[in-house]
């Protein structure tokens, strides 16, 4: 899976998708695709993270209290 990376507009491919959906984790591995040469994995807020097309993450996979009533 692919997401773009907010201040770069570079695509990061998440390399740990578990992490991704948890919404109890607020970052997770993943590497820059950019250039030719495969660059080392890192870790990326979500917070630092959209969809390609700049939609935001869905609330279920960044809030831990999704369900709550009051939020």
Same mark, same amino acid.
């Given at each position: ?9 570079? @695509?990061? !491919?998440?390399?740990?998708? *578990? ?6 984790? %607020? ?10 040469? @495969?660059? !080392?994995?890192?870790?990326? *807020? ?6 390609? %097309? ?10 831990p209290h ?6």
């Open positions: 899976m692919f997401l773009k990376h907010k201040k770069t507009g570079d @695509m990061v !491919e998440m390399l740990d998708t *578990d992490a991704l959906f948890d919404p109890c984790k %607020s970052s997770v591995s993943g590497r820059f695709h950019v250039g030719e040469e @495969m660059p !080392e994995p890192a870790s990326f *807020d979500k917070s630092e993270l959209v969809f390609p %097309s700049d939609e935001k993450l869905p609330r279920c996979w960044i809030d999704y369900r709550s009533p009051s939020r």
